[in-house]
């Protein structure tokens, strides 16, 4: 059997740290992590959402120490990253050169959802 709160803990971390690296993913894949052309340091947009990102990501870690404590930090996270991954998928279709986000950010952002949404029931449930 596994902890939830243990693994709800871990998620957070890896996602927080995730969160944080927002920056080089773009730098180092741009065409599955930035909307635009260039250097995400050239785009004014981006880098707003770099900041806040690394914001979330930052907190995101320190909500490892006490989940459920922090539920609702966590469930921002998993609506945001839900309605998020709609927006840009609607985006990325009306535009065939932004199809490479189907395989970077869209899925990230749902896969985010899914496993803190999944942990966090199954912790607030263990408790």
């Known amino acids: ?5 243990r693994l709800l803990s871990a998620a957070l971390i890896i996602f927080g740290a995730i969160c944080c690296l927002l920056y080089p993913l773009a730098a180092f894949w741009p065409s599955g992590w930035a909307w635009h ?4 340091a050239e ?5 707003m959402i770099v900041a806040i990102y690394a914001t979330l990501g930052v907190f995101l870690i320190r909500a490892a120490k006490a989940p459920v404590a922090n539920a609702s930090l966590i469930w921002f996270t998993v609506v945001s990253s839900i309605v998020h991954a709609g927006v840009m998928t609607v985006q990325a279709l009306a535009s065939p050169m932004h199809y490479g ?3 970077g950010d869209i899925p990230a952002l749902l ?3 899914l496993v803190l949404g999944v942990l966090m029931v199954k912790a607030v449930h263990s408790q």
């Open 37 to 40: 052309e260039g250097s995400p």
């Open 1 to 5: 059997m596994f902890d939830a709160n």
């Open 111 to 113: 896969l985010v959802a």
């Open 43 to 47: 785009n004014n947009y981006y880098m």
């Open 101 to 103: 986000h189907f395989i």
